[in-house]
């Protein structure tokens, strides 16, 4: 048995959770908030008795053996490496980290302390992921990976009246791209590594955030088209097109439907049973359990070098778009006075 904690009381840490509880060795045991009426009201729905308002309590008390992270993208690395230099394994919410030199950091403090870390991306882990990577010879040489993820955000609507929420405030390291855009970008690295250049361009809200955007990857002899936004909405597939046929997959983010278009007009469907979308998180926390009952330190799927790669792209992308948060001013100043 797993002794969980949770840092965040949001949705996502409940749907988490929800789909963690289907696993026999998951037992949540601690909930951080910043407010103790949140907390214990929180822990209350899961009658969990242990619930911190202090990150630092937190990380010394022995009430738990690993922890989620669901706090705003900004406070990631700081409150990883507080837990993980406690001797705290971490499953992170995605993106893992602000930037790379955070995931850096957070990287070198797992290796040091002999814990588990790992971003909690769960397309990459679900079967209908798996049966792309299973079945993706079939297609021949691959030309071309095109990934869409375009969902009205209901935030925006505050945002056009005014009111900046979390979603759209620079100050959380969030926009399209680091919310959206990690889902197209993720899986590609996974199938075909980093690329050797990446073009990218959006649109940038006045808060200081993007609220869509598009990024051309270059590799050897292919390349990917990948589109995200908060403020639009597409109904678009995603594909991996091959020499003999395209490889289609319903949703990128969760996919559920995926299939083979051959050049013949044939269609093989090669979709897998998979648990419904409510409980698609349950496979992120099966493969860290996994990992943790092995002794193992690190996912050979959602890996060290997996999200580097990815977070490298996501800082270039974000260079060329001229998008800074206040955390990359942070973490320039520490390596500065380092």
């Known amino acids: 048995m797993i002794r969980f904690a949770v840092i965040g009381t949001n949705w996502i840490t409940e749907q988490l959770i929800q789909a963690a509880q289907r696993h026999p060795d998951f037992a949540l045991t601690a909930v ?14 899961y009658d969990v008795k242990a619930i911190f308002t202090d990150l630092k309590a937190m990380a010394e ?45 957070m990287i070198a403090a797992a290796q040091r302390n002999n814990v588990l870390l790992m971003e909690a991306l769960k397309s990459t882990l679900l079967p209908n992921f798996q049966t792309v990577r299973d079945h993706l010879h079939k297609i021949g040489t691959i030309r071309r990976y095109v990934a869409s993820y375009c ?12 009111t900046v929420l979390n979603a759209f405030n620079p100050i959380y390291s969030n926009g399209a791209l680091m919310d959206l855009g990690v889902y197209c970008i993720y899986p590609l690295v996974v199938l075909f590594g980093k690329p050797n250049e990446v073009k990218a361009g959006g649109v940038l ?7 869509e955007g598009s990024l051309i990857a270059k590799y050897d002899e292919m390349d990917a088209v990948i589109m995200y936004s908060k403020i639009t909405d597409s109904a678009l597939p995603s594909e991996i097109q091959g020499e003999l046929g395209t490889l289609v997959m319903d949703k990128i983010s969760t996919p559920e439907k995926v299939e083979i278009r051959y050049r013949d007009g044939s269609v093989e469907n090669i979709s897998r049973p998979q648990l419904d979308s409510k409980a698609h998180m349950f496979y992120e926390m099966e493969e860290f359990i996994r990992l943790l009952n092995s002794g193992q330190r690190e996912s050979a799927v959602n890996s060290f070098a997996n999200s580097s790669a990815v977070m490298d792209m996501m800082d270039e992308a974000r260079r060329q778009m001229g998008l800074v948060y206040p955390a990359d001013l942070k973490t320039q100043g520490a390596m500065n006075d380092a």
Do not use: W
């Open 32 to 45: 951080y908030s910043r407010t103790e009426a949140k907390a214990s009201e929180f822990a209350a729905k």
């Open 205 to 211: 809200l006045s808060s200081g955030v993007d609220g």
């Open 61 to 105: 008390s022995d009430a738990f053996d690993a922890v989620y992270i669901a706090s705003p993208n900004a406070y990631h690395a700081e409150q990883a490496i507080l837990l993980m230099d406690h001797g705290k394994h971490v499953l992170c919410e995605k993106p893992i980290a602000s930037n790379a030199a955070e995931l850096k950091a």
């Open 151 to 162: 969902q009205y955000s209901s935030r925006y609507d505050a945002y056009k009246q005014g």
